[in-house]
């Protein structure tokens, strides 16, 4: 079984950064593919960014161009540099890992129990 931990949400200001961590435990989980998925109150969960163990990345057309993913894969750890934060971008954020090294679902295996993010304007 796979355990993650995200941490680094917060309260900011419209234009102020954060930076999201989130940490795979419980057994080693080498590779895969690791994202960030976030929910808005009354909203869907949403795809936010992925890394894949080819290093191949995707973003949401919302978040491109502000958000960065990173990942350290010795450490299984996986990372959400945002930039420039929105009012838009309030909303817990979640930490996903999936066994498959080049997934490309919205149905990963495992998923961290979510840090808020809240950015007023």
């Known amino acids: 079984q796979v355990q993650l931990v995200e941490s680094g949400g917060g309260l900011v200001q419209a234009g102020d950064s954060l930076r999201l961590s989130c940490e795979a435990s419980?057994?080693?989980?080498?590779?895969?593919?690791m994202g960030w998925f976030r929910q808005a109150p009354g909203n869907d969960r949403e795809f936010v960014a992925t890394?894949?163990?080819?290093?191949?990345?995707e973003y949401s057309d919302s978040v491109r161009g502000r958000f960065t993913i990173s990942r350290d894969y010795p450490r299984a750890t996986v990372t959400l540099q945002m930039n420039k934060l929105m009012p838009e971008d309030t909303a817990i954020y979640y930490c996903?890992?999936?066994?498959?090294?080049?997934?490309?679902?919205?149905?990963?295996?495992?998923w961290g129990q979510g840090t808020q993010v809240t950015v007023s304007s």
């Open positions: 890394m894949r163990m080819n290093g191949g990345i």
């Open positions: 419980g057994r080693t989980f080498v590779g895969g593919t």
């Open positions: 996903a890992a999936d066994s498959r090294p080049y997934y490309n679902g919205n149905e990963y295996e495992y």
